[in-house]
């Protein structure tokens, strides 16, 4: 089946930093891929789409400075939180459309804890 | 714009006993139905989808659901459910171009009891 794999799996950072997480597809090309965040007992809310080879389209209220990404190939994607704060600790889930089959399949997720 | 409800947060169930997860979505056109299960701090796993054609869909780990157009529901059914089926359920409807964005409900957690 399609896999998708996040790097890495878990991450703490100092405030004021930069984290980069990667997306991969390991198995399928993928034009189109998805970045969400869930926090504790929540559901996920979709952030943005990346889309390769162009910018990516962000959600109503997500910072397109804060949350920086770059989709340079069809089986990567990547999310730079840049400057980092306690706030933006969460859980940040990837997917990956995968295109015969119309549909997404996700990453692992990275566990992002910002001190 | 769409959206999903699932009314159950928290349901428990014996092992062995049959298992039934409300989802109703509100979506303008036809609907693509997603079931994804999730265990603790993992990613999502895909059940099963619904784009067309049969209306009750088979998927993985013995579940299947129904979609009904007229209750705007897909519900998520198992005959008889494992300790290892304890999770996070959730329901998500797919639109936009393509069909490509995902709304997802607010999740049912599913606890077994021996």
């Not at chain 2, 079931?35 to 999502?44: A, D, E, I, K, T």
């Not at chain 2, 209306?55 to 198992?78: D, M, P, W």
Request: overall charge neutral.
């Amino acid at each position: 089946g399609a896999v998708v794999s996040q790097h890495p799996s878990r991450v703490i950072c100092k405030s004021g930093t930069s984290v980069k997480i990667e997306c991969r597809s390991l198995d399928f090309q993928a034009t189109t891929m998805f970045w969400y965040r869930q926090f504790p007992k929540q559901s996920l809310m979709l952030m943005a789409t990346s889309n390769e080879g162009s910018k990516a389209t962000y959600e109503q209220g997500v910072e397109k400075d804060k949350f920086l990404i770059n989709h340079a190939s069809l089986t990567l994607s990547t999310l730079t939180v840049t400057s980092a704060h306690p706030e933006d600790s969460s859980f940040y889930i990837c997917s990956a459309r995968e295109p015969n089959t119309d549909t997404q399949y996700f990453g692992p997720g990275t566990r992002l804890t910002v001190l | 714009a769409q959206s999903v409800t699932q009314p159950d947060i928290h349901i428990t169930v014996s092992e062995g006993a049959s298992l039934e997860l409300r989802c109703n979505y509100s979506y303008g056109a036809t609907p693509y139905l997603f079931w994804y299960v999730q265990s603790p701090g993992q990613g999502l796993q895909l059940l099963l989808k619904y784009f067309s054609g049969d209306t009750l869909v088979q998927g993985i780990k013995g579940f299947e659901a129904e979609f009904k157009r007229s209750q705007s529901s897909f519900n998520l059914r198992k005959p008889s459910v494992h300790w290892s089926d304890a999770a996070e359920y959730f329901c998500a409807v797919g639109a936009g171009f393509g069909n490509e964005k995902l709304t997802f409900g607010t999740g049912t957690r599913l606890t077994i009891i021996p």
